[in-house]
């Protein structure tokens, strides 16, 4: 609801302005001393309108984006809003006030075309800074589609985009299967749940909405920080934040990867084929390695599927991630995303399903 009211006011306060600026030059350039007064006198009455929207847009605006701190496009909407309200408030205003007075005195002398400039400058300001916020907030309804998905979009290029807030919009997906290898029904585009809530999983059926599903990374994350574990003959590259510490690695070669020690990973406990075949093996792509002189491999990736596990996250494999959050050194396209809704390192999974025992059927 929120989110409506603010687009609304949003675009109430972008027309009025549009219509004003437009009025005004179509006016002055071809229009009669009559006719500049009286559109300036509706530019003034228009100010009824125009203020009310701007004031909903922007507390809006802020109340909803004080919850969406690491999104750039809430970030870029933030830092445009207060320079919009002081353009609207400390140059617009008195200028509508000082040419409305000046046009039905008659008076269209040097002090009225400077204002006038001055007025059409500030407006062009304000029009290209709204018009930029009316663009992000698009994006981050999904409503305009990221790089990835329009390239996606068109062709057949598997992507998907997590969306703000919202669900997973998984596109040109050619198999999604759950964790009996049963094939479950894949659309050439769907929206999949990640909020945990929706009572059709796993499927969206809007319930983000109901639960206000909140796409931050907790406060409490994982560092975002790819640590190097060097051995003689390889050397393993290790991000956190994109584990799901479903423990693969320790469970295949308990001597490399041992969670339980510090350091975790001993590179030289094992051979470089092995460690090789296990990094192979990490379906999150947090691993990664190296050959000396070489720069740091993923795992390959292999045939294109999104599988549901029970109880747990979306295991991708060749499909492309676009989100604001993408973590350093993540596999392209392999990952392992949230479907429960409480990953601290959203939309990664980091186990917290496992952690709180979630089960798909509980909400
Ligand atoms: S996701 Fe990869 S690194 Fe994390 S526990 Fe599983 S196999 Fe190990
Ligand atoms: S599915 Fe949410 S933390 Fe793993």
Aim: aromatic share 6%.
């Amino acid at each position: 609801m929120k989110t409506k009211v603010h687009a609304i006011a949003g675009v109430i306060g972008f027309l009025s302005i549009l219509s004003f600026w437009t009025s005004t030059l179509f006016s002055e350039i071809f229009g009669t001393p009559e006719m500049i007064a009286f559109v300036k006198n509706m530019i003034l009455w228009g100010m009824f309108v125009l203020i009310p929207a701007m004031a909903i847009a922007g507390a809006s605006g802020m109340s909803m984006g004080a919850k969406r701190t690491d999104a750039p496009a809430a970030v870029a909407k933030k830092k445009r809003m207060p320079i919009i309200a002081a353009n609207g408030l400390l140059i617009l205003l008195p200028s509508a006030v000082f040419l409305e007075s000046r046009a039905a005195a008659g008076i269209f002398d040097t002090w009225f075309y400077a204002i006038q400039v001055l007025e059409l400058v500030a407006g062009a300001a304000n029009l290209t800074m709204m018009g930029l916020n009316i663009r992000d907030g698009l994006k981050m309804t999904g409503r305009v589609e990221s790089a990835p998905v329009r390239q996606a979009v068109g062709s057949n290029v598997p992507v998907i985009d997590a969306r703000d807030n919202g669900p997973l919009v998984a596109k040109n997906v050619p198999a999604l299967i759950d964790s009996d290898q049963q094939i479950l029904q894949a659309k050439p585009v769907m929206a999949l749940c990640r909020c945990g809530a929706s009572k059709n999983k796993p499927y969206c059926d809007g319930s983000h909405n109901r639960v206000d599903f909140d796409s931050r990374r907790a406060s409490e994350r994982t560092r975002d920080d790819v640590k190097i574990y060097d051995g003689e003959h390889i050397t393993v590259h290790y991000n956190r934040l994109i584990c799901s510490h479903a423990g693969e690695c320790s469970q295949r070669l308990k001597p490399v990867f041992d969670a339980d020690r510090r350091p975790w990973i001993e590179p030289d406990n094992a051979s470089p084929e092995d460690i090789i075949a296990v990094i192979d093996a990490c379906p999150s792509g947090a691993l990664r390695y190296s050959l000396p002189g070489e720069k740091p491999q993923h795992a390959a990736s292999g045939s294109s599927s999104i599988t549901v596990e029970k109880d747990g996250p979306y295991r991708v494999a060749g499909i492309q991630l676009s989100s604001a959050r993408l973590a350093k050194g993540a596999n392209p396209d392999m990952f392992v995303l949230c479907r429960c809704g409480a990953s601290k390192n959203k939309p990664y999974c980091d186990g917290t399903h496992h952690d709180i025992n979630w089960r798909e059927e509980d909400r």
